[in-house]
C-alpha cells in the first residue's frame, strides 16, 4: 500500500466540488474515455497531474498525443529507467502504425496491444514462455530477478534464454538482440499492475483539472501549504489557465485554498501565512460561519486574545487579509492603537462584573477605534516584499513585471530551456529567489543560485571563478542577466529533466535600463548595420552585456570623431561603444578600444552629439 498525497488532493477537491457546485462525484464512476481530460493530457498541460508534470513527460504527451487509457499506462510504465530509451519507438509506432516492427513472428501476440514494443514486466514473464521455452515458474524466478535488479541471475540465464529462444525458431542473431532488449528493464521497470493503478489516479487528477479547474487547484495548493516553492509553480499554472489567486481575505479564506463560485477566482489559504497557524484560522472559521466580519472593529471584538496578538494581526495585515477595512499603510501605522483598543474589550467582557441581586453592572466606558492616517504610504513595492516574507511568494503582481520588455528581448525563458539544450550557449535573466553558497574540497567559495522568471525557475551554478567575480551580484531579490552553458547531464553522464546554467558572466539589470531599454523595432536600419540577433532564442547567441551602436556616414569629420573619443574617456566604462560607418552598403561595424558607462550623462552627450537616431543602447 502507498500512501500518496494525491488522494488526499482527489478527496479534498471532491469535497470543494460538492460544496460549491453541489456536484457529486464518485471517481469509480468517472469514465476512462473523456474526450477533455484526454485534451489535456496532449496539450502537455499537466502540472498537479499525478506521474504526468515533468518537463520529459509533458514533452512526450504533445508528441504521443494519447487518446485512450491504455496510452497512459503504457507511458506510466515506459517512463522508468530501464524502458526510457523505448518512448520515441513507441510514440512512432502509435502513431504511424506502418512502423511497426517485431523482431519475430512469435513476438506479435505479446506485444502487438503496446505497438511492438516492450513496456511491462509481464510481457517479459509472456515472451520467457512462449520465445525461449521456460515454465512458468522458470519465469517467474527472471521476472523476480528484473523486478529486485539481481544481475548475477540476470546473467547466469542468457545462455538458456538464447538456446531456448533458438529452439523455438529464432535465429542466434534474434535470440542475442532479444536479450540485449531485456536488459535495460533490470534498471527499474513496472509492472503493468502497478503502472494502471497509477495511470488511474492520473487520469482522475486530470478529469478534475479539465472539469473543475479551481476546485482541483484549490485542493493541489492546500496540500503544498508549506511547501512554497510548490506554491509558486501552482499559483503560476492558476494564472496559465486563466484563474486568478487572490490575496488572503478575512471573511472569504479558510485554513486551505478555496473557490470564489463562478469567478475563476481562489482564495489564498490563511493558514499558509507565516506567523499564522492552522488553530488560529480555525477560530477565525467558527467565529465568523453565518456572519461575516463587518468591520476591522467587528473583528476585534469578536475575536480573542489567542488571534489578536501583535505577531497574527501584523501579518495578517501586511498579507492583506483585511484589505477590505482599510489599506495595509494605514492598519499598520495604528497596529499599537488596534492592539490596546482590543485589550480594553477583552478586559472589560472577562470582567464579569454584577451587583449584590445578580445582574451585570453597567459602565459607561463605551471603547471606541479611531485609525489615524499615515502621511506616507508603504510602497506597491514594499508590499510585494511583505507577500514574499509572509506567503513565501508575490502574489498581486511580480517584481519583474517592469523588466518584461528587457527580458523579452535580450534572454530566452527559463522553462524553454530543455535537456537536449546540453552544452548550448544561453543568455537567461530574471530575479534572485535564493543562494546557497558551499565551500570545495580546496577551500574555494562556489554558489547555487535559484534565478526566477516569468516562465519558471532555474538553479544557476557558480564555479569558484565566477563567484568571486560576480559576488556583488548575489543578493536575493536582485535582477540579474547571466549568459552561460547549459548542463543538463548528471554525475553519469546521463541527460536529466532539470538543465542547470553554469555562469560563464553576469551583470545587474537596473529598474533604469530597464525603463530606458527600446524593443528592436524602434530603429531597424541601426540594428541590422550592427547585426545584433532578434529576441527568443536568438538572444542565446548575444553578447551579455549591452553595446552603444553610433552611426557616422564617414570618417571625414574629424572634430566630431575628437569629441566621441573625448566623451567617452570622460565616461569610460564596461558597455562596448561600435561605430556603424557608412551607408546601406558597404557598412562596417568597428569596435572602439574604450567603453562607456551606460549610467553616465555620457550617453546623453553622444546623442546630443551625434543625433537621437544615430545613437542605440542594446
Known sequence: ??????????????????????????????????KQTFELFQSGDTIGVFQFESAGMKRYMRELKPNAFEDLVAMNALYRPGPLSEIPKFIECKNNPSSIHYLHQSLEPILKDTYGVMVYQEQITQLLQLVAGYSAGEADLVRKAIGKKKRDIMKAEEPKFIEGCIKQGLTTSQAKTLWSQIQPFADYSFNKAHATCYAQIAYWTAYLKAHYPDAFMAALMTSALDDTDRLAVEIGECKHMGLTVLSPDINESYVGFSVVPNKNQIRFGMAAIKNVGTAVVEEIEAIREGQPFSSLDDFLTRCSSKVVNRKTMESLIKAGAFDAFADRSTLLFNLDTILAYASRLHKQNASGQVDIFGSEIETSFTPSLELIRPSEQVSPHEQLIWERELLGLYLSQHPLDSYQVYLNEKTIPLAEIKPEHDSKSVSVGGAIADIREITTKNGQKMAFVKLEDFSGESEIVLFPGSYEKFQHLWQRDKVVLIRGKVNAKDKDGKLTDEPKIMVNDAQEITLDMAKRYKPKGKSPTLKEAASVPGPGAKAANESLNPKVYIRLKGTDDQSTLLSLKQTIDNYQGPTDVVLVLGEAEGRQAIKLPNGINPESKGIEELRVLVGEDNLVLR
Not at 4 to 16: M, P, Q
Open 1 to 34: 500500500f502507498l500512501g500518496l498525497s494525491n488522494l488526499t488532493i482527489l478527496s479534498n477537491a471532491l469535497r470543494i466540488i460538492k460544496r460549491v457546485y453541489k456536484d457529486d462525484i464518485t471517481l469509480v464512476n468517472i469514465p476512462n474515455d473523456d
